[in-house]
Each structure stands twice: as C-alpha cells, then as structure tokens.
C-alpha cells in the first residue's frame, strides 16, 4: 500500500507548500493537484516539482475537454522531464456545470472523449511516426473544410523521459469505470466505500479488466478518504459532514450529480435525495446533519 494526498484547491498554494515537502519526508508516495474552476494545475506541480525530489506529483485532475488532447500529451512530457519521471497524468469529464459554464465547451460524449484524448496521448509520447489520427471526435490534421488545409502531420520535438506516462482516469460511472479499467493505469474513485465497492463498482471493474491490453500494469487504484486521529470518533467524523453533503447535495445540477447517483447505487438512495434536496434548498447545515453515520464511517479513516 502506498500513501497519496489531493492538495486542497481552497488553499493558497504558497501556503501548502511548506506542508507537501515535510509530508515527502514522512513517506509521503504521491501528491495530486487539482485544478477545477481554480487556479491551474500545471503551474502548480511545475513549482512541486523543483521543491520535492521523490513523490511523485499527478493531476488531480484535468478536465478532457479543456485542453486539446496534443497539449495534455505535451503537459505530461514536460512535467516528466522537469520531475525526473515522477508525473502522473490524471484525467476526467469533470462535468457540465464547471466544462459548459465555466470553459465554454458542450458536455458531450465523455467516454468517447475520453478513449481518443488518451489514445493521442499515447501516439504522441511513441513518436513512432508523424501525428496523424482518425477518430469520432477528433481528427490529426484537422480536415480541409474545417480549417485552412494546411495543416500537417507534426512529431513531437521533445523525446520524452518516458514513452509510458501513467495515465489515472478519474471516474464513478458503471461505463466509465468500465473504460478506466479498460485502459488507464490507474483508478481515481471519489467518496470510496469499501464495503460497498463491489455493489457499486464490481460488474463495471470486472468488464473492463475482461477487455484490458495485457501490455498495461495492474490498474493502480488510488482510492482514500478523510483521515483522522483522536478519540472522540463522533467529533472526527462531524468534520466530514460538510463535504460529503457538498459533494452528495451541491456538486452538479440535480439530474446530473454523480455523486449523488453513487451514493444511491451504495445504497442509501432516500438520504441521497434528502441530501441534494436540502443543500441545493440553502439549507446547507441541515444537508450536513443528514449524512449518514454509517456512510462517513464507511468513506473515512
């Protein structure tokens, strides 16, 4: 077992830096940094990168659809290079609140995205020939009636530290934990239960392994939760309230919360609801109060 932590987005940066190079020296195996609708990552893990010298660093993570899937593949070489091959590329859809309201981009057909962004990003970092690519929703040059025509097959000029950047995908859905598993090194799973991962998770997890390139390491699942020390459990636990009801009633629109959906397929379908009901109502503190006991127990440590 390895120990990995997600730099809180909430921070200034500057002040959380101090801490992840302390945390290094106390086994600290990987730091991911989010980016959401905050400051961007990438400058972040670049500074993490000069500050530290063994944790590895991973997005945690980009959005798809933010970038072009050639400069998430040129983000990782770069963040390779400069961390003497420490990077972890961690990807996701995000979701249409923060891809359409904030960058502006239609939500559309994550998976499908998802496989093509990353199917670049493995062609770039082989050079085994010029860029060229043929997909659904991308295509490597882009189509003379849809731009100049001039574009070309380009190879990326930088050699990379390594030509197998980890990819971890971020991802709770049944399809897509499914392609995760299909293809990605590793798995980010958010609000993770234990005991119930196998009802929620299980089916999705077992189909795409079925389908998995034997070519790739084990999936690396990288899944965790709050951690506390002390003994009043009751207490610690309370400190999990407020962002599990963020996440379960606040985190995307009302039809489209997958955490939400997640904690119905754990079987607290009811709470769920009453949740969302209650923290998209502004009543955020009775959203708090009505998370579960047995789910925090079962989420954190």
């Known amino acids: 077992m390895k120990l990995a932590m997600l730099l809180p987005y909430a921070n200034r940066f500057s002040e959380a830096v101090d801490r992840v190079v302390e945390l290094e020296k106390a086994g600290l195996d990987l730091i991911y940094v989010p ?11 670049g500074y993490l990168a000069a500050k530290t010298t063994n944790v590895q660093i991973g997005s945690g993570i980009l ?3 933010s970038r072009t899937p050639t400069l998430l593949a040129m983000t990782a070489v770069g963040m390779d290079e400069i961390s003497g091959g420490r990077f972890v590329l961690g990807l996701g859809a995000s979701g249409p609140q923060v891809i359409e309201g904030f960058h502006g981009i239609p939500y559309k057909a994550p998976l499908g995205h998802t496989r093509e962004a990353i199917d670049i990003c493995r062609k770039v970092w082989a050079r085994e020939e010029k860029l060229t690519y043929d997909g ?5 040059p882009l189509p003379e009636d849809q731009g ?5 097959p380009l190879k990326i000029i930088t050699h ?13 859905g049944p399809k897509n934990v499914e392609l995760t598993a299909e293809i990605a090194e590793g798995w980010l799973p958010t609000l993770y239960m234990p005991s119930k991962a196998d009802l929620a998770f299980g089916d999705a997890l077992k189909i795409g392994l079925s389908k998995r390139d034997p070519s790739l390491p084990p999936l690396d699942v990288v899944a965790g939760g709050m951690v506390a020390i002390g ?10 309230r407020p962002q599990t009801a963020l996440y379960v009633g ?3 629109a009302k039809g489209k919360n997958f955490y939400n959906s997640l904690v119905q397929r754990y079987g607290y379908e009811r709470e769920a609801l009453d949740i969302q009901e209650l923290y998209l109502s502004g009543k ?6 009505a998370v579960p006991v047995e789910l925090l127990e079962g989420m954190n440590l």
């Open 35 to 45: 980016e959401a609708y905050a400051a961007d990552a990438v400058s972040a893990m």
């Open 63 to 65: 959005p798809i659809y």
């Open 136 to 140: 659904k929703y991308y295509t490597l």
């Open 148 to 152: 100049t025509g001039l574009g070309k």
């Open 160 to 172: 990379p530290l390594r030509p197998n950047i980890p990819i971890h995908i971020a991802s709770l």
């Open 231 to 240: 003994d009043d459990v009751k207490h610690l636990l309370d400190y999990g």
């Open 250 to 252: 606040g985190m995307g």
């Open 284 to 289: 955020k503190k009775e959203a708090e109060a």
